[in-house]
């Protein structure tokens, strides 16, 4: 724990281990700039919305946040609608599928 007093660039958690961190003081998420919550509908289906939500509140507002979920039932929808500014929504199994073009490009980011 002693290296986050440091700072570090990329922080994976499940939420009760990043809020212990939080409580205990230990980590800040005061400059956080992308947040990331992957399988959202699967962590949130088991109870981990009210704990998603401690961490969000603890976020900044200038940041970019992005949830990936393999299902959108309407509770996942409206989680985005919260947390998210102009959520765009890609569905690659639904009869909109013949929409998205047929070759999609993978490209690889660096911040400097």
Known sequence: MRVLNYGVDIVVGT???IIDLL??????????QFVVLD?????LAVGFDEDVEVIMEQLPQNRQSMLFSATMPSWIRKISNKYLNDPVIIDLVS????????NFILLSLSLS
């Not at 399988?39 to 962590?43: K, L, V």
Request: proline content about 8%; overall charge neutral.
């Open 39 to 43: 399988e959202a509908d699967q962590m």
């Open 95 to 102: 009869d909109f599928f013949s929409y998205f073009p047929v």
């Open 23 to 32: 409580r205990r003081g230990v980590l800040n998420l005061s400059q956080i």
């Open 15 to 17: 939420p009760g281990r």
